[in-house]
């Protein structure tokens, strides 16, 4: 069973950056894709970004596309996400889930708090 950890939340004004990790461990070997969704108060869980764990393949929200950048270390077990240019609009809590590639997400990290003050 996988274990998703996140970290690298936080509290940054508009314009700043932030980088989230997602350690993951426990049955790595099953895993197909990696992904960070994130849910704002008030508001349904969105996809943020994913990534294949075994290939190159990434796909972005519209909303984070030029702006974000998803990426892997499988030598560490770590996926990261890279936030550039923040706006307020993308304070949420941040969450890491994994894929085994049946259907949907199969397990889900803790979530990260990411505020971006105006």
């Known amino acids: 069973q996988v274990q998703l950890v996140e970290s690298g939340g936080g509290s940054v004004q508009a314009g700043g950056s932030l980088r989230l990790t997602c350690e993951v461990s426990g049955g790595t070997w099953r895993i197909y894709a990696m992904a960070w969704f994130r849910q704002a108060l008030g508001k349904e869980r969105e996809s943020v970004a994913a990534?294949?764990?075994?290939?190159?393949?990434?796909n972005y929200a519209d909303s984070a596309q030029g702006r974000f950048t998803v990426s892997k270390n499988k030598s560490e077990n770590r996926v990261y996400l890279q936030m550039n240019s923040l706006k307020p609009e993308d304070t949420a809590v941040y969450y890491c889930?994994?894929?085994?590639?049946?259907?949907?997400?199969?397990?889900w990290g803790q979530g990260t708090q990411v505020t971006v003050s105006s």
């Open positions: 990534i294949s764990w075994n290939g190159n393949s990434r």
């Open positions: 889930a994994a894929s085994y590639g049946t259907s949907g997400y199969d397990y």
